[in-house]
């Protein structure tokens, strides 16, 4: 995700940062190399033109030349315009109460995710207390409105379909039978075409007209850079769009769609499409993303990754756990399957700061964590609840077990037993929290 932009931009940063004064001819080479990068990005041209100038004159102030630390207040202003390109503020959708009906309408090109966002949200709204309904009104594409059944299936959310080619009649029909039965937020997926054309232009407007949606969303590929944004005009020109969908985050490298749209078309990016699965759908959040292409982290998502995976009951049967010094290897093995649960490795790390940009796919190394866990599993559950027992002859067979040797085992316990004794003492004194937190980072 965005990993081409972002590298271009750390290495801008790195070295502007290493000088303790800057004069107006670093700020221009810098921006000069934004520039590019911006271009590079397949960032609107209007948009990147006004961004450099106004880039160069805020950073030429006072405020940047005198400062203390230039360097961070360089990035500090552009950090701030680059937000400001994606829409400064997260947008939320703008629905109704519960107790009424609001109603989300998707168009899009052929391909561009809509089928697949229109179940992402569902799920989504389910999730948060709503009561959604799906309409498949694409009666183009064949097997459209299987794929939509399916996906609903899948969700648990239920699909209104109707054996007909006037998706006009669907869309309709659909509204009625989500008033009736009490469903409080209608997603209507559309037929989208491999082109804009008339008829999927007209069929949209009737759509629109019937229903009368709360909001109107585009849904686009975000690989497809520009001719997404040309795409999101013209929809917006015919259909007056109230936001969008940018799919397929995932595989976009460079961010030029999602840098452009609000500049040129003033509506708001609302989610983003992070992968093929349910759950890869996020709100768009500007700051986030502006601090994830400058290479700066994304702290915030990381964190909330973070709580969403590690339950908080399990949190706190560990906190008394370490207070008690009851800890065990299988303990520390339910730690390392979380971590692993949260993700790979290399998009954790691209969203703290500090080390985006400054690693390939390469550099990170997760076998460690894998061979801890291998040599775990290999224990008995004696073992696992009491490492005194493990002595030399176990240490072996766990070794053979796990296909490692015995030095990694004899390894692993050292460095449970450290941690251990790092909780102990954590117990006793509140200060030792930072070290012991040290500690556990580097059992991974
Ligand atoms: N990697 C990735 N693939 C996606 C994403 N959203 C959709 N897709 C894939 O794009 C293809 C087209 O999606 P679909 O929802 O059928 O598009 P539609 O024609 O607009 O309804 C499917 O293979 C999806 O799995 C995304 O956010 N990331
Ligand atoms: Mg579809």
Redesign the pocket.
Known sequence: MLEKITNTFSDVFRKITGKSTITEKNIEEAVEQIKIALLEADVNLRVVRRFVNSTIEEAKGEKVLRAVDPGQQFIKIVHDKICALLGDEKKDLQLKGPDTLSIIVYV???????????AKLAARLKKEGRKPLLAAC?LV?PA?VE?LSVLGEKIGVEVYKEDTKDAVKVAKNAVNFAKKNAFNTLII?TA?RLQIDESMMDEIAQIKKAVNPDELIL?A?SMTGQSAVDVAKTFDEKLSLTGVIL?????DARGGAALSLKSVTGKPILF?????KIE??EPFHPDRIASRILGMGDVVSLVEKAQETIDLEEAEALQKKMASNDFTLQDMLEQLQRVKKMGPMESLMQMIPGLAGQIGDQDIDTSGMKMQEAIILSMTKKERANHLIIGPSRRKRIAKGSGTCVADVNKLIKQFEKTRLMMKKMSKNKGMQQKMMQQFGGMF
Do not use: M, N, P, Y
């Open positions: 899009g090109l052929q391909g561009a995710g809509k089928t697949t966002a229109a694409d594409r459209a794929q997926d989208g849904v590929d799919t397929k985050f995932d595989s983003i499409g992070t992968g093929e890869d759908f």
